[in-house]
Nanobody, 119 residues
Framework: QLQLVESGGGLVQPGGSLRLSCTVS????????ISWFRQAPGKDREEVTC????????YVAEFVRGRFTTSRDTVNNMVFLQMNNLKPEDSAVYYC????????????WGVGTTVTVSS
């Protein structure tokens, strides 16, 4: 059973940076694609990034492209979301999710970590 645990959320000022981590267990990153989603209060959940299995190729949603990147550490089975130049509208609960392929609906989910961008 794939398990995902997020960490790294917190309060940050506009223009600041945060790095979120997703620790994966029960499966390896050559088997599972890992994505990041976010959900703000009153808003739909939206896909932010995804890293494909094996190739490790990354997708970044256009609304954060140029500010956010995703990467992975296959030795330690971790995936990261580097968030730069944060804006108040980036405030949300961020989730990592896993499945065989990147999609808008993944099978396995972490419980989320909260990011608040405010001065």
């Amino acid at each position: 059973q794939l398990q995902l645990v997020e960490s790294g959320g917190g309060l940050v000022q506009p223009g600041g940076s945060l790095r979120l981590s997703c620790t994966v267990s029960g499966g390896t990153l050559d088997t599972y694609a890992i994505s990041w989603f976010r959900q703000a209060p009153g808003k739909d959940r939206e896909e932010v990034t995804c890293i494909s299995r094996r190739s490790g190729s990354a997708y970044v949603a256009e609304f954060v492209r140029g500010r956010f990147t995703t990467s992975r550490d296959t030795v330690n089975n971790m995936v990261f979301l580097q968030m730069n130049n944060l804006k108040p509208e980036d405030s949300a609960v961020y989730y990592c999710a896993g499945d065989y392929f990147c999609s808008s609906s993944m099978d396995y989910w972490g419980v989320g970590t909260t990011v608040t961008v405010s001065s």
